[in-house]
């Protein structure tokens, strides 16, 4: 027994919006930095890039896109939320700058978070500026995969 037409047209039409509702465009990720975005020269900082879906990988780009890093290292903040983290051991004058990220599910790239601005401080004397630690990279992004640059 074949099935009716009318019940073949309606399993045509939910496939149909199944696969439109897939083909549209992912949600904008956000970014954001911890401790903040104003960050003592010498000191780390964390960027934290999170979307409201499961993805794969995550990318942090600078303002001219030249630069930028990936990563698969990715977590579920919650249920519905993934992040992932590119931690700055020991920033430096050349890290301030504006950030931004995007992520990639399903072979396809969401749109660009707005932009985040770092801005590095001079420090006013030896005490608020430890040395780096032996073993960090100063001044790279460590925990990622990728385009292997020393800073988004």
């Not at 930028?68 to 519905?80: E, I, L, R």
């Not at 749109?111 to 001079?122: A, F, G, I, M």
Request: proline share 9%.
């Amino acid at each position: 027994m074949s099935p009716h037409p009318t019940t073949l047209l309606g399993l045509v039409l939910c496939l149909a919006q199944t696969i439109h509702t897939q083909e549209g465009p992912l949600p904008r990720p956000s970014i954001s930095a911890e401790p903040g975005t104003e960050i003592p020269l010498g000191r780390p900082v964390t960027f934290v890039c999170r979307s409201p879906v499961r993805v794969q990988t995550f990318r942090l780009e600078r303002e001219d896109r030249s630069k930028f890093n990936d990563t698969k290292d990715v977590s579920q903040a919650s249920p519905s939320e993934s992040e992932a983290r590119f931690r700055i051991d020991s920033v430096s004058e050349g890290n301030a700058g504006r950030y931004r990220c995007l992520y990639e599910k399903s072979t396809r790239w969401s749109k660009h978070s707005d932009y985040l601005e770092l801005v590095v401080k001079e420090t006013s004397g030896d005490t608020d500026s430890p040395d780096t630690e032996p073993g960090s990279s100063a001044g790279t992004v460590t925990g990622t995969e990728g385009s292997g640059c020393d800073a988004p």
